[in-house]
Each structure stands twice: as structure tokens, then as C-alpha cells.
């Protein structure tokens, strides 16, 4: 059985006393840890940690690389992304999320959450290569059309739901795709859809959620009016979307929560007072494509926040790639060490996809991957991974 040992060991929670020695089987399940020397062990330069979970990701939108320009805004972007992501043919999509699927697993992702409007990812999911927990996403403003939107999910969600897992584990939920294009009704449908499933949903990605939320206006009306949704209905609630949403919901689901871009600390407090399970997830480098912003992230570590972190597509990113978004904190927050971003890479992203019993961590009994990192300190080189088990 392999032995392994490097510089130094992250196993998912913080760094393992130095020296220490990982037995794997064959079938990269971790037999044991122990604190070394052992001269059978074979010895990696820089830092071994176990495999990425990339809580938020859009594998379906991979042929829209480089299609929207950076710095858009949030709602120009969206634009963009539905006027153009029907300009390809099924051939180059599939061809495109392929290669994302195989981008994912080659800087070391062992389970997605995956965002789906469509069924276009039950290719990848026969795969076998990750986990997968598919969100299929729920769209539709307008009040009186929650039924035949809800309807559409539910579809889309049974033929995921029917697909027989092989190795990796395949789950799927029903879920609101962000506060300003779902409607109180659609909410109330989705919410009632299953107890058991974590919701997913973009949130407050741009300054326009809450003002619209808040007193009706700015760009989120302009979007409305692209997608042919007469708004006369909404009544602004007077408070941030997530005060809002959460009222439609019942507090037991376990929730995650992305980009959060501008969320303050008291919509923090307020989910966390509201909420039993609540992972918040960073996209930073999505973040910084479109509305070259970041959130408050000390703000989150003060309240305590669980944070995972996630891609999103490339249709605002220029890679999939975990290590490149802790990257990317680590640049703009220097204060925040390498031992709590790797946690928010590996475990806190797999027990928001509740799958923290296989992977997340080099425990005994998991099977979590390892990975080999280099260059994490040093100065001005982006670090490298490798998939070692
Ligand atoms: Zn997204």
C-alpha cells in the first residue's frame, strides 16, 4: 500500500504534526495516519491536502468562455449570457463542458456542485470521475407563471434524479436561481419540493439585488423588461433580498449562499439567527470577471461564517480552478493563512454538499484524493496542483 509524506500535510481541518505518514489502499481509501518518520513513505516537495470541492459551478455554460467581456456589471452580464447562450451548437457545447469537466478534475476537484437549467450534464455525471450534486435551477419572476416554471424544474429534476450512480455519488435538488428572477410563489414551490435537499442560490452578486428589493428600482427592472416579465406586481419589501427571500422558505433546509457579494454583516446575523446549516460561498474570481469586486471577507471569518468557495462557469471566469480562487484571497487578504483557505477548499466545501463522510479530509475510511501543492508562499508565483491518489 502507498505510503506518503511531504514538507507539510493539510488534512482538511489544519496542518498534521510534521513528518506524519498517510497509508493509502489501492482504491485510495486512507488506511491510516501516523506520525512518521518512515523511510518506505514516498516524500512530495510542498504541501499534500486533500482533493478540491467546488461548491459552485455551471459546467453547462462552458462554451460561453470568453464570450462576455470583463467588468460588465452584474446585469449587463446577464444579458449578455441569455442572448448569446443559445449561439452554439450542441457538438461545441458538449465539446466545451468535456473540457471543463476535465479542467475540473485536473487541478484536483473531486466533487461539483453543479448548476443545471438543463439536461445537458448527465453526460458528464456518467463520467464517474467526481461527485456530483446537481442544483437544477428554477427561473421565473412572474407571479402567474410559477406553476409551468416549477413544472420545468420538476422534469428536468426526475431525469437526473433517474440516473443510476456508479462509483461517485450522484445527488440533485430543485433550487431558486437568485432573488431578483424568482417570484414568492416559485419560491414557496421549490421550498416545498423536498425537505431533504440543500438549497443553493445566488445571492446579493449585485448592489442592484437589494435596491430593487428594497425600493424597486435601478437595473434589475431593465433586466426584467429584456426577459418580457411585467414586475407590476412586486412590492419592494423595504429590506435587503435575503431578509426578504428567507421569509418564503422554511428554516430547515440547509442553505448555501453565493458570491455574496455585498452582503453586510447584519443579513449575516440575520441568516445565521434564522438558519441551522448555512455555508457561505465565495466566488472571488467570478466576482472580480464581472463586477471587479470582492465581499466582506473578514466580515464573514468576525461572524463566524462557514465559507466554501466555488468557480462559477467560464462564462466569467478564465479557469476552474480551487486553488487559483484561494489564490486570489490569499492576494487581496494576506492576513488569512493558508491552513483556513484550505479548509474552505476541501472540507467546508464538502459538508456543504454533504458529502464530508467521503471526501473533504485525509481521514481514516475516506477516500478524498490527494493532492500535491507547491509555490503556496511563494512571492508573485501563482502555486501549482497535481492529483497524486
Ligand atoms: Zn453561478
Not at 445566488?202 to 423588461?225: A, C, F, I, M, P
Not at 459538508?351 to 485525509?362: C, E, F, P, T, Y
Amino acid at each position: 500500500m502507498p505510503l506518503l509524506t511531504a514538507d507539510k500535510i493539510h488534512n482538511g481541518h489544519s496542518w498534521l504534526p510534521s513528518g506524519s505518514v498517510i497509508e493509502v489502499s489501492d482504491g485510495g481509501v486512507i488506511l491510516s495516519i501516523t506520525n512518521g518518520p518512515n523511510e518506505n513513505a514516498a516524500f512530495y516537495e510542498g504541501v499534500l491536502a486533500p482533493g478540491f470541492v467546488n461548491t459552485h459551478c455551471h459546467l453547462e455554460l462552458s462554451h460561453m468562455k470568453g464570450v462576455v467581456p470583463q467588468h460588465t456589471q452584474l446585469i449587463p452580464f446577464l444579458k449578455n449570457v441569455v442572448g448569446r447562450r443559445n449561439d452554439f451548437t450542441e457538438e461545441q457545447k458538449k465539446e466545451a463542458r468535456i473540457n471543463g469537466y476535465n479542467e475540473l478534475v485536473n487541478n484536483g476537484v473531486v466533487a461539483v456542485g453543479d448548476i443545471a437549467n438543463t439536461t445537458d450534464a448527465l453526460d458528464l455525471r456518467s463520467l464517474d470521475k467526481m461527485h456530483f450534486y446537481t442544483f437544477i435551477e428554477s427561473l421565473g419572476f412572474s407571479e402567474q407563471n410559477a406553476g409551468v416554471a416549477f413544472a420545468y424544474a420538476v422534469k428536468t429534476y426526475e431525469t437526473y434524479a433517474g440516473q443510476q450512480p456508479k462509483q461517485k455519488r450522484l445527488k440533485q435538488a430543485i433550487v431558486p436561481h437568485a432573488p431578483y428572477s424568482v417570484s414568492s410563489s416559485l419560491f414557496r414551490l421549490i421550498d416545498a419540493h423536498r425537505n431533504d435537499v440543500v438549497i443553493s442560490i445566488h445571492n446579493q452578486e449585485s448592489k442592484e439585488e437589494d435596491r430593487y428589493y428594497t425600493t424597486k428600482e435601478g437595473d434589475v427592472g431593465d433586466l426584467l423588461v429584456m426577459l418580457g416579465i411585467d414586475d407590476g406586481f412586486f412590492n419592494p419589501t423595504g429590506r435587503s433580498s435575503i431578509q426578504s427571500y428567507l421569509e418564503w422558505m422554511r428554516p430547515q433546509h440547509p442553505f448555501i449562499f453565493v458570491h455574496n457579494t455585498y452582503t453586510s454583516q447584519y443579513d449575516v446575523q440575520y441568516a445565521h439567527s434564522r438558519l441551522s446549516d448555512v455555508f457561505w460561498c465565495l466566488c472571488p474570481n467570478a466576482n472580480l470577471y464581472i463586477e471587479n469586486a470582492l465581499p466582506d471577507i473578514n466580515m464573514f471569518i468576525a461572524e463566524g461564517a462557514n465559507i466554501c468557495i466555488g468557480t462559477d462557469s467560464l462564462a466569467s471566469n478564465t479557469q476552474l480552478c480551487i486553488l487559483s480562487e484561494l489564490y486570489s484571497i490569499k492576494e487581496h487578504n494576506p492576513e488569512i493563512d493558508w491552513a483556513t483557505l484550505l479548509k474552505w477548499g476541501t472540507l467546508n466545501g464538502a459538508r456543504a454538499l454533504q458529502m464530508q463522510d467521503v471526501v473533504g479530509s485525509i481521514e481514516v475510511g475516506k477516500t478524498p484524493g490527494i493532492l500535491q501543492l507547491t509555490d503556496l508562499d511563494r512571492k508573485g508565483v501563482e502555486p501549482s496542483v497535481r492529483r497524486i491518489i
